[in-house]
């Protein structure tokens, strides 16, 4: 959790580190290091994952900071959801009628029968 309290500049040094660790250990891995540099790769590798994770979550929420209240937003910031239901009438769409249909409806009123109990 402390890591996404960093700064970015932080972060962005700190990513650098770790690729050049990452660097260091495939050379040894390649010239026969020990085995506790190999073991190291997969833990190097994860912490490159956070990083980048991190910045990219800082990232979109700065985006989204910055479209908010905007008519148009880029495709990632917009909400997922389904095709069906993106593309779906609204409510006022639904319930729309035309002049035909009103005139329709008003001249021939929906029946109303009398059920004997």
Do not use: W
């Not at 960093?6 to 650098?16: D, I, N, R, T, V």
């Not at 319930?95 to 249909?101: A, E, F, I, T, V």
């Amino acid at each position: 959790h402390e890591i996404r309290t960093k700064p970015e500049a932080e972060l962005l040094k700190q990513l650098e580190d770790l690729k050049t660790e990452l660097a260091q250990l495939r050379v040894a891995k390649q010239t026969g290091g020990a085995a506790s540099k190999l073991c190291k790769i997969k833990v190097v590798r994860r912490s490159i994952a956070r990083v980048l994770t991190v910045l990219n979550m800082k990232e979109k929420s700065n985006l989204r900071k910055l479209y908010k209240g905007k008519k148009y937003k880029p495709l990632s910031l917009r909400v997922k959801k389904t095709h069906a239901q993106r593309v779906a009438l609204t409510l006022y769409e639904k319930h729309k009628r035309s002049l035909k249909q009103q005139k329709k409806a008003a001249a021939y009123p929906r029946k109303k029968f009398a059920v004997k109990m």
